[in-house]
C-alpha cells in the first residue's frame, strides 16, 4: 500500500490556452486511478493556483454563455466537492488586486465540504516539496 | 534500470517540444529504461497514423515505430482529447493506446522520474 502525491501547479491563464482546465481535468482523474493499481495504492492530487494562474479562481465565470464550454469555475468546485486540497497563492492575488471575496472559496452549493486555502507562496512550495511528482500547467 | 514517464501537452510540427520528448525517450530506452509517455490536449495529434514526412517539418512517425518495437516503450493518448479534435480509434497510428487521463496518473505512480512537458 502506497499513496503517491501529485502537484498540479496552475501558473496558466483560464481559457487563453486549455492548460488550466487539463490540471483540474488530470488531478480530477485521480477518483478513478485506482482501476489501474494495486488495492491499497493510491495517488493524492494537491492543486496551487499560482501566478496569473490565480486568475482561473475567479468567481461567476461565464464559458458556457461565452464559449459553449464547461467553466473552469464548475472544474474547481468539481475538485472541492471530491476533497482535493486547493490552494491560491495569497502574494499573487494581491498583486492582481484580488481578494477572497473575488475567488471561488468552496462548492457548498453543489454539496462540497472542502474549502481553497488561500495560502503564502512559502506555504505552497512546502506543498511542492512534500509531493512526489510535480506536473506544471 | 528505471522507469521514466514522460506527458507531454505541445502540439505536433508547431512546436518542437514533442521531438524533444521524443528524442529524450528515445535516448533513455536506449540507456535500458522503461519509457511511458502520455500526450494529451494538442500533443495527441503524434498518435495519429498517416503523417508525411516533409523536409521543412519535423517527423516522428518512423522513430515512434522504432521505439515501440524495442519492448521498452509505451505510450497513451487521450481519448477526449483525440475525439475533440476528430481523431478516431481508426486513425491511431499503430502501437498507441488510448485512454482516459487516469492512465497517465497511474504511470507516475511507478515511475522514477516524471517529466511534464506544458502545452503551447
New interface residues.
Partial sequence: M?T?K?GFIVK?LPYK???SR?AL??AI?????E???EDG?M?E?VVAFIGDGVLNCLKNQKAMNMYGVTSLEQHLKNSLLLDMRVLICKEDMEKLGLSEDALIMDAEDIGGETKANIAPFSEIMKEMDST?????? | MGKLTIGVFSSLVGSLSLDFAVKLADAAIKKGHKVDMWVSGNATMLSKKGQRAFKDYSALEKKLHEMFASGSFQATACEACAEARGFHKEDTMEGWKRHSMDWYLASTFSADRVLHIGGD
Fill in positions: 502506497a503517491v501529485l496558466s490556452t486549455e492548460a487539463l481535468t488530470h482523474a485521480s477518483q478513478t486511478v482501476i489501474y493499481l495504492d495517488v492530487p512526489n511528482h510535480l506536473l506544471f500547467f
